[in-house]
């Protein structure tokens, strides 16, 4: 009798499928100005989808720069690198981030320690054919929590919302200026992104 039980059990199993679901905002890179020139935009940014599908990485490039860009809730990491034949720098006191309504707020950036991410930051210096890895979050973002579990904390960029209620942001943009100094010289790069709320159902084999 229990031989057959679990016979029908396993039959019962047979093509059963699990669904997982994963919801969170995505921000694709759409846009990215030079100088207040649109240098590039949807049909020429790379999409590179082999580490996460679900949040993949954006890829620019020049004839100075190759820079990759990952949303990570709190900030936007990125790895840069220098394609021109002199030392460049990340001018960070004039570096940005412009929220959904156009609000710009100071960034502080890896190695920045959070009491210190109001001051004065100094340049970030990259060889010809080096790269660097950092990232970009907003000051005011950031803050202290006190009790057992407190410390310091940082808000997510794009607020998640809660079971069952429609998402609070959804095909808006966000902007980073980032400004780059070639041998005195600073450009302007401007990163748009387009903020969605995106939902992931998987259908698995049980």
């Known amino acids: 009798m229990k031989k057959r039980l679990l016979i029908i059990l396993l039959s019962i199993g047979i093509g059963f499928h699990v669904f997982a679901q994963k919801s969170d905002y995505k921000a ?7 100088q207040g020139k649109v240098t590039a935009d949807s049909s020429n940014i790379k999409v590179d989808s082999t580490i996460n599908a679900f949040n993949p990485q954006y890829i620019f490039t020049d004839k100075d720069i190759d820079i990759i860009w990952l949303y990570a809730l ?3 990491d990125f790895i840069l690198t220098n394609k021109s034949e002199q030392t460049i720098k990340i001018i960070w006191d004039d570096a940005a981030y412009i929220d959904k309504d156009g609000t710009t707020h100071k960034i502080f950036h890896k190695g920045v320690k959070y009491l210190d991410r109001n001051n004065s930051q100094p340049p970030s210096g990259i060889i010809k054919g080096a ?3 950092d990232l970009i979050a907003p000051t005011d973002y950031a803050y202290y929590s006190s009790g057992s579990y407190g410390g310091w904390q940082q808000t997510r960029l794009f607020e998640k919302p809660k079971r069952h209620q429609p998402a609070l942001f959804d095909n808006i943009t966000s902007r980073i200026l980032l400004p780059i100094s070639f041998n005195g010289t600073t450009i302007e790069y401007i990163f748009t992104f387009s903020i969605n709320w995106f939902e992931e159902v998987k259908k698995k084999k049980g």
Do not use: A, G
């Open 28 to 34: 694709r890179l759409t846009k990215v100005e030079v």
């Open 74 to 76: 709190t900030e936007f």
């Open 131 to 133: 790269k660097i890895s």
